[in-house]
């Protein structure tokens, strides 16, 4: 069983930081690309930043230049510090991590549970 669970989001005001982790954990053999969405009340999940197990980052284009994501390998944990927050920032933040668990033969993609962030202005 495999389960990722994040942590740290919080209400903040405009202008502030905050940073997310995400671990996973449970019976995992390999991770490849881990990721955060986020998803804003009444809007569609979006992506926000994906990272390679090599460390290759990608941001949606609003993100770029205020959140930075990052992980480590050996405590399959990602993170996504995030700056300069605006209202429009607020949503559920949601990770995600391609999985080859011990028992399994294929890449399955996982997700945590979410974790909300608000900005207030």
């Known amino acids: 069983q495999v389960q990722l669970v994040e942590s740290g989001g919080g209400l903040v005001q405009t202008g502030g930081s905050l940073r997310l982790s995400c671990i996973a954990s449970?019976?995992?053999?390999?991770?490849?690309?881990m990721g955060w969405h986020r998803q804003a009340p009444g809007k569609q999940r979006e992506l926000v930043a994906v990272?390679?197990?090599?460390?290759?980052?990608n941001y949606a284009g609003s993100m770029k230049g205020r959140f930075t994501i990052s992980r480590d390998n050996a405590k399959n944990t990602v993170y996504l510090q995030m700056n300069s927050l605006k209202p429009e920032d607020t949503a559920v933040y949601y990770c995600?991590?391609?999985?080859?668990?011990?028992?399994?033969?294929?890449?399955?993609?996982?997700w945590g549970q979410g974790t909300q962030v608000t900005v207030s202005s």
């Open positions: 990272i390679s197990s090599g460390g290759t980052t």
């Open positions: 995600n991590a391609y999985i080859l668990s011990h028992e399994g033969r294929i890449w399955v993609d996982y």
């Open positions: 449970g019976s995992i053999f390999s991770i490849n690309d």
